[in-house]
């Protein structure tokens, strides 16, 4: 009902319930038609490549600063040119906070000189303002949409890409009430 066609399951909570129910979830959203995006890898949708990262795990222990220009190298490597706006769905900062780290700055420029256009984080539970320039649009996170958390620490919005016949697009954002 949704009309999702893509999810990225590059984050810390992919493989909570282990290797067999992460086979499960991949091949029953595969079954319904919706494209996966893992941790490094990339899709091309019909107006868009979107890639799939996380600088966060928490199997088997929690473990953070896991991704690498090494690792976007070989991501961007695996991908072909093809003319279609980049974006990336990043997993990475500090639960709850609304802001950049240091950390979060530098991956941000990183993928920016790779070329992508735009960066949707997540990870903090907390929605973050969406920041544009001429050439990129970041929101360090979009929050919760569907999780177990309620009160006033959480927060979410979705993002609204508009594709235009000319090959432009616009980005609004949407809270969730």
């Known amino acids: ?16 319930f282990g290797k067999t129910a992460y086979q499960d979830m991949v091949r029953e959203l595969q079954r319904n038609g919706i494209r996966i ?7 091309d949708f019909e107006r868009f490549r979107l890639f799939g990262f996380t600088d966060i795990d928490n199997s088997p222990e929690p473990k953070r600063d896991l ?6 190298d070989a991501a ?5 040119g093809s003319g279609l706006p980049l974006f990336a ?7 709850y906070s609304e802001d950049f780290d240091a950390r979060q700055d530098i991956l941000r420029g990183e993928l920016l000189e790779k070329g992508i256009e735009l960066i949707v984080g ?7 303002r ?4 001429r050439s990129s649009c970041v929101v360090p996170s979009l929050g919760n949409f569907l999780f177990d ?7 979410g919005h979705m993002l609204k890409v508009t594709f235009f016949p000319q090959g432009t697009y616009s980005v609004t954002e949407l809270p969730l009430e």
């Open 1 to 16: 009902a949704l009309r999702v066609i893509g999810v990225s399951l590059a984050n810390n909570h992919a493989m909570d």
């Open 37 to 43: 995006i893992g941790r490094g890898e990339y899709a």
């Open 67 to 72: 991704l690498y220009r090494s690792d976007m």
């Open 76 to 80: 961007f490597q695996a991908a072909p």
């Open 89 to 95: 769905f990043l997993h990475w900062g500090d639960e």
């Open 122 to 128: 997540s990870h903090s539970h907390r929605s973050s």
């Open 130 to 133: 969406l920041r544009c320039d």
């Open 149 to 155: 958390q309620k009160g006033s620490h959480v927060s």
